[in-house]
Protein backbone atom coordinates (compact mmCIF):
# COMPACT_ATOMS: atom_id res chain seq x y z
CA UNK A 1 0.00 0.00 0.00
CA UNK A 2 1.27 3.62 -1.06
CA UNK A 3 -0.50 6.63 -0.56
CA UNK A 4 0.27 9.49 -2.69
CA UNK A 5 1.10 12.27 0.14
CA UNK A 6 3.06 15.92 0.60
CA UNK A 7 5.40 15.31 3.53
CA UNK A 8 7.80 18.03 4.53
CA UNK A 9 9.47 18.60 7.54
CA UNK A 10 7.15 21.16 9.31
CA UNK A 11 4.45 19.07 9.05
CA UNK A 12 6.17 15.45 10.21
CA UNK A 13 3.70 14.36 13.47
CA UNK A 14 5.07 11.99 16.21
CA UNK A 15 3.00 10.51 19.24
CA UNK A 16 2.33 12.41 21.87
CA UNK A 17 -0.18 10.83 24.47
CA UNK A 18 -2.71 8.34 25.43
CA UNK A 19 -5.65 9.68 27.21
CA UNK A 20 -7.90 7.88 29.65
CA UNK A 21 -11.44 8.95 30.77
CA UNK A 22 -12.14 7.98 34.34
CA UNK A 23 -14.38 8.93 37.28
CA UNK A 24 -12.48 8.52 40.26
CA UNK A 25 -9.04 10.60 40.35
CA UNK A 26 -8.20 9.27 44.11
CA UNK A 27 -8.46 5.64 43.15
CA UNK A 28 -6.42 5.62 39.96
CA UNK A 29 -3.85 8.25 41.58
CA UNK A 30 -3.51 5.51 44.43
CA UNK A 31 -3.18 2.64 42.06
CA UNK A 32 -1.02 4.32 40.05
CA UNK A 33 1.68 5.23 42.72
CA UNK A 34 1.17 1.89 44.08
CA UNK A 35 2.72 0.51 40.44
CA UNK A 36 5.52 2.76 40.88
CA UNK A 37 4.42 5.89 38.74
CA UNK A 38 5.41 9.37 39.70
CA UNK A 39 2.27 11.68 38.64
CA UNK A 40 1.62 15.11 37.84
CA UNK A 41 -1.77 16.38 38.83
CA UNK A 42 -3.07 19.76 37.04
CA UNK A 43 -6.14 21.41 35.73
CA UNK A 44 -6.88 22.00 32.00
CA UNK A 45 -8.48 24.85 30.86
CA UNK A 46 -10.18 24.37 27.52
CA UNK A 47 -13.21 25.84 25.49
CA UNK A 48 -14.64 27.21 28.29
CA UNK A 49 -14.41 23.94 30.43
CA UNK A 50 -12.05 22.50 33.56
CA UNK A 51 -10.73 19.10 33.04
CA UNK A 52 -8.38 17.39 35.94
CA UNK A 53 -5.50 15.82 34.82
CA UNK A 54 -3.31 13.04 36.76
CA UNK A 55 -0.10 12.61 33.89
CA UNK A 56 2.34 9.95 34.02
CA UNK A 57 5.35 11.96 32.03
CA UNK A 58 8.00 9.18 29.74
CA UNK A 59 10.65 11.32 28.43
CA UNK A 60 8.97 13.71 25.98
CA UNK A 61 5.68 11.71 25.90
CA UNK A 62 2.99 11.14 28.53
CA UNK A 63 -0.07 9.04 29.34
CA UNK A 64 -3.27 11.46 30.39
CA UNK A 65 -6.12 10.44 33.54
CA UNK A 66 -8.54 13.11 32.75
CA UNK A 67 -11.78 13.65 35.09
CA UNK A 68 -14.22 16.21 33.14
CA UNK A 69 -15.75 18.65 35.54
CA UNK A 70 -18.16 20.30 32.44
CA UNK A 71 -20.99 19.35 32.54
CA UNK A 72 -21.97 19.45 28.68
CA UNK A 73 -19.65 16.26 28.47
CA UNK A 74 -21.97 13.83 30.47
CA UNK A 75 -22.01 11.96 27.00
CA UNK A 76 -19.14 10.07 28.46
CA UNK A 77 -20.22 7.89 30.48
CA UNK A 78 -17.66 4.82 30.09
CA UNK A 79 -14.83 4.74 31.81
CA UNK A 80 -12.03 3.75 29.17
CA UNK A 81 -8.86 4.40 26.80
CA UNK A 82 -10.63 7.04 24.91
CA UNK A 83 -7.78 8.78 22.29
CA UNK A 84 -4.16 9.98 21.82
CA UNK A 85 -2.51 12.96 20.95
CA UNK A 86 -0.29 13.32 17.88
CA UNK A 87 2.23 16.08 17.96
CA UNK A 88 3.32 18.66 15.09
CA UNK A 89 5.63 21.66 14.51
CA UNK A 90 3.29 23.35 12.25
CA UNK A 91 -0.36 23.36 13.44
CA UNK A 92 -1.75 25.49 10.91
CA UNK A 93 -0.27 23.34 8.03
CA UNK A 94 -1.30 20.54 9.81
CA UNK A 95 -4.57 21.28 9.58
CA UNK A 96 -5.02 22.59 6.40
CA UNK A 97 -3.67 19.62 4.94
CA UNK A 98 -6.09 17.49 6.85
CA UNK A 99 -8.93 19.38 5.54
CA UNK A 100 -7.47 19.40 2.13
CA UNK A 101 -7.82 15.41 2.27
CA UNK A 102 -11.14 15.40 3.26
CA UNK A 103 -10.84 15.10 7.39
CA UNK A 104 -13.05 17.80 9.69
CA UNK A 105 -10.35 19.38 12.34
CA UNK A 106 -12.50 21.59 14.73
CA UNK A 107 -10.93 24.96 14.95
CA UNK A 108 -7.68 25.72 16.77
CA UNK A 109 -7.75 26.45 20.43
CA UNK A 110 -5.72 27.59 22.58
CA UNK A 111 -5.23 25.34 26.10
CA UNK A 112 -4.24 26.53 29.53
CA UNK A 113 -2.71 23.80 32.01
CA UNK A 114 -2.69 24.97 35.89
CA UNK A 115 -0.27 22.87 37.48
CA UNK A 116 -0.20 22.99 41.60
CA UNK A 117 3.80 23.79 42.21
CA UNK A 118 3.79 25.10 45.51
CA UNK A 119 0.91 26.24 48.54
CA UNK A 120 -1.49 28.72 47.12
CA UNK A 121 1.01 28.82 43.70
CA UNK A 122 0.65 27.55 39.92
CA UNK A 123 2.21 27.09 37.24
CA UNK A 124 0.67 28.13 33.95
CA UNK A 125 1.53 26.30 30.63
CA UNK A 126 -0.46 27.16 27.47
CA UNK A 127 -0.75 25.36 24.19
CA UNK A 128 -2.25 24.97 20.74
CA UNK A 129 -4.89 22.17 20.31
CA UNK A 130 -6.78 21.11 17.48
CA UNK A 131 -9.88 18.11 17.71
CA UNK A 132 -11.17 15.67 14.84
CA UNK A 133 -14.88 15.75 14.35
CA UNK A 134 -16.28 12.35 15.98
CA UNK A 135 -17.33 11.01 12.37
CA UNK A 136 -13.86 10.95 10.99
CA UNK A 137 -12.74 8.04 13.76
CA UNK A 138 -14.64 5.89 14.44
CA UNK A 139 -12.16 4.23 17.18
CA UNK A 140 -11.53 7.00 19.25
CA UNK A 141 -10.66 10.91 20.09
CA UNK A 142 -7.21 11.99 18.49
CA UNK A 143 -6.32 15.56 18.80
CA UNK A 144 -2.98 17.17 17.27
CA UNK A 145 -0.99 19.66 19.58
CA UNK A 146 2.17 22.07 18.55
CA UNK A 147 5.01 20.69 20.21
CA UNK A 148 7.01 23.76 19.09
CA UNK A 149 4.92 26.12 21.20
CA UNK A 150 4.04 23.84 24.18
CA UNK A 151 6.32 23.66 27.21
CA UNK A 152 6.16 20.50 28.72
CA UNK A 153 6.80 20.01 32.45
CA UNK A 154 9.11 17.67 33.96
CA UNK A 155 9.13 15.50 31.59
CA UNK A 156 12.17 13.61 31.80
CA UNK A 157 11.11 12.27 35.73
CA UNK A 158 12.05 8.51 36.64
CA UNK A 159 9.68 6.41 37.61
CA UNK A 160 10.46 3.77 40.50
CA UNK A 161 9.55 0.94 38.47
CA UNK A 162 11.74 1.90 35.73
CA UNK A 163 9.34 2.77 32.93
CA UNK A 164 11.02 5.29 30.66
CA UNK A 165 9.24 5.29 27.21
CA UNK A 166 5.44 5.39 24.96
CA UNK A 167 6.36 3.75 22.29
CA UNK A 168 3.32 2.32 20.13
CA UNK A 169 -0.89 2.94 20.66
CA UNK A 170 -2.60 0.02 19.32
CA UNK A 171 -6.17 0.26 17.49
CA UNK A 172 -8.45 -3.11 16.80
CA UNK A 173 -10.35 -2.92 13.47
CA UNK A 174 -12.82 -5.63 11.08
CA UNK A 175 -11.47 -2.91 8.59
CA UNK A 176 -7.81 -2.91 8.62
CA UNK A 177 -7.14 -1.18 5.02
CA UNK A 178 -9.80 0.94 5.37
CA UNK A 179 -8.14 2.13 8.85
CA UNK A 180 -4.45 2.15 7.95
CA UNK A 181 -5.69 4.48 4.77
CA UNK A 182 -6.96 6.76 6.97
CA UNK A 183 -3.91 6.79 9.58
CA UNK A 184 -1.80 7.83 6.51
CA UNK A 185 -3.45 10.50 5.76
CA UNK A 186 -3.33 11.63 9.47
CA UNK A 187 0.35 11.28 9.80
CA UNK A 188 1.52 12.35 6.69
CA UNK A 189 3.04 8.89 6.61
CA UNK A 190 2.65 7.12 2.62
CA UNK A 191 3.61 3.66 3.05
CA UNK A 192 2.16 1.73 6.24
CA UNK A 193 4.29 -2.03 6.62
CA UNK A 194 2.10 -4.93 6.85
CA UNK A 195 2.28 -6.85 10.05
CA UNK A 196 1.28 -10.56 10.42
CA UNK A 197 -2.14 -11.27 8.25
CA UNK A 198 -3.70 -8.64 7.59
CA UNK A 199 -2.79 -5.79 10.14
CA UNK A 200 -0.32 -3.01 9.77
CA UNK A 201 1.77 -0.33 11.19
CA UNK A 202 2.62 3.11 10.64
CA UNK A 203 6.01 4.39 11.37
CA UNK A 204 6.62 7.36 13.25
CA UNK A 205 9.90 7.88 13.62
CA UNK A 206 10.54 5.59 16.73
CA UNK A 207 7.21 4.88 17.29
CA UNK A 208 4.58 3.55 16.03
CA UNK A 209 0.57 3.46 15.45
CA UNK A 210 -0.77 -0.37 15.08
CA UNK A 211 -3.65 -1.09 13.42
CA UNK A 212 -4.51 -4.54 14.34
CA UNK A 213 -7.30 -6.53 12.38
CA UNK A 214 -10.06 -8.81 14.41
CA UNK A 215 -8.18 -11.62 13.10
CA UNK A 216 -5.03 -10.46 14.40
CA UNK A 217 -5.40 -9.47 17.64
CA UNK A 218 -4.56 -12.87 19.83
CA UNK A 219 -1.05 -12.47 18.39
CA UNK A 220 -0.51 -8.46 19.97
CA UNK A 221 -2.91 -9.41 22.78
CA UNK A 222 -3.41 -13.24 24.13
CA UNK A 223 -6.84 -14.26 25.89
CA UNK A 224 -7.96 -9.98 25.29
CA UNK A 225 -11.94 -10.43 25.16
CA UNK A 226 -12.53 -7.28 22.44
CA UNK A 227 -15.63 -6.01 22.93
CA UNK A 228 -16.29 -3.00 20.77
CA UNK A 229 -15.12 -2.45 17.21
CA UNK A 230 -13.31 -0.33 16.26
CA UNK A 231 -11.41 0.79 19.30
CA UNK A 232 -8.16 1.76 21.14
CA UNK A 233 -6.97 -1.73 22.55
CA UNK A 234 -3.81 -0.50 24.15
CA UNK A 235 -0.38 0.56 24.30
CA UNK A 236 3.24 -0.31 24.16
CA UNK A 237 5.51 1.02 26.59
CA UNK A 238 9.31 0.71 27.38
CA UNK A 239 11.46 0.08 30.31
CA UNK A 240 14.78 0.30 31.13
CA UNK A 241 14.56 -2.78 33.80
CA UNK A 242 12.09 -5.24 33.63
CA UNK A 243 12.95 -7.20 36.80
CA UNK A 244 11.99 -3.96 38.54
CA UNK A 245 9.07 -3.28 36.55
CA UNK A 246 7.74 -6.59 37.40
CA UNK A 247 8.47 -6.29 40.87
CA UNK A 248 6.01 -3.72 40.48
CA UNK A 249 3.53 -4.80 39.04
CA UNK A 250 3.10 -7.86 40.28
CA UNK A 251 1.83 -6.70 43.84
CA UNK A 252 -1.13 -5.76 42.33
CA UNK A 253 -4.25 -8.07 41.15
CA UNK A 254 -4.57 -7.83 37.50
CA UNK A 255 -3.89 -9.64 34.27
CA UNK A 256 -0.32 -10.25 34.00
CA UNK A 257 0.97 -12.57 31.19
CA UNK A 258 4.38 -12.87 30.07
CA UNK A 259 4.89 -12.60 26.11
CA UNK A 260 8.59 -13.84 25.69
CA UNK A 261 11.95 -12.83 27.56
CA UNK A 262 11.67 -9.64 26.92
CA UNK A 263 8.21 -8.35 27.25
CA UNK A 264 5.18 -8.98 28.89
CA UNK A 265 1.15 -7.77 28.90
CA UNK A 266 -1.24 -6.58 31.64
CA UNK A 267 -4.83 -5.32 31.51
CA UNK A 268 -6.03 -2.48 33.48
CA UNK A 269 -8.53 -2.47 36.11
CA UNK A 270 -12.19 -1.81 34.61
CA UNK A 271 -11.56 1.67 36.66
CA UNK A 272 -9.22 2.69 34.45
CA UNK A 273 -9.56 0.76 31.25
CA UNK A 274 -7.05 -0.61 28.24
CA UNK A 275 -4.21 -2.60 28.03
CA UNK A 276 -0.48 -2.56 28.34
CA UNK A 277 2.58 -4.41 26.52
CA UNK A 278 6.05 -3.70 28.67
CA UNK A 279 9.04 -4.63 27.49
CA UNK A 280 13.07 -3.99 26.65
CA UNK A 281 13.01 -2.76 23.53
CA UNK A 282 10.97 -1.66 20.19
CA UNK A 283 12.25 -5.60 18.62
CA UNK A 284 10.47 -7.85 21.60
CA UNK A 285 7.27 -6.34 20.78
CA UNK A 286 4.89 -8.97 18.82
CA UNK A 287 4.67 -6.57 15.72
CA UNK A 288 8.19 -6.78 15.35
CA UNK A 289 8.92 -10.12 15.64
CA UNK A 290 6.52 -10.79 13.01
CA UNK A 291 6.57 -7.93 10.57
CA UNK A 292 7.40 -8.46 6.92
Not at 45 to 53: E, I, L, P, R, Y
Not at 96 to 111: K, N, V
Not at 154 to 180: D, G, Q, R, W
Not at 278 to 287: D, M
Request: proline content about 3%.
Amino acid sequence: MNLSSNQTAHDSVTLVHATHLIKDSSEVASFLKKLGFGLLEFIKVSDGGNTHCLQISLNETYISFERRNNLYTQEFVDIALTGFGLGTKDIESTQGRLTLHGFHPLAIEEQKLLFSVAKKERREIECKVFKLKKSDLLEGNVEFIDVSTSVKPNTKSVHYNALSHFHAVIICTNKPEETIARYCWLTNKPSPRRIFNSSWQVVLGQQKIIVCSVEDVERIFPSINVKNLPSILGYALLTENLSKTKDCFSYNEFLFQSLNQSSFQLKLPDFIGGNLIIGTSAAGFPWNDNSN
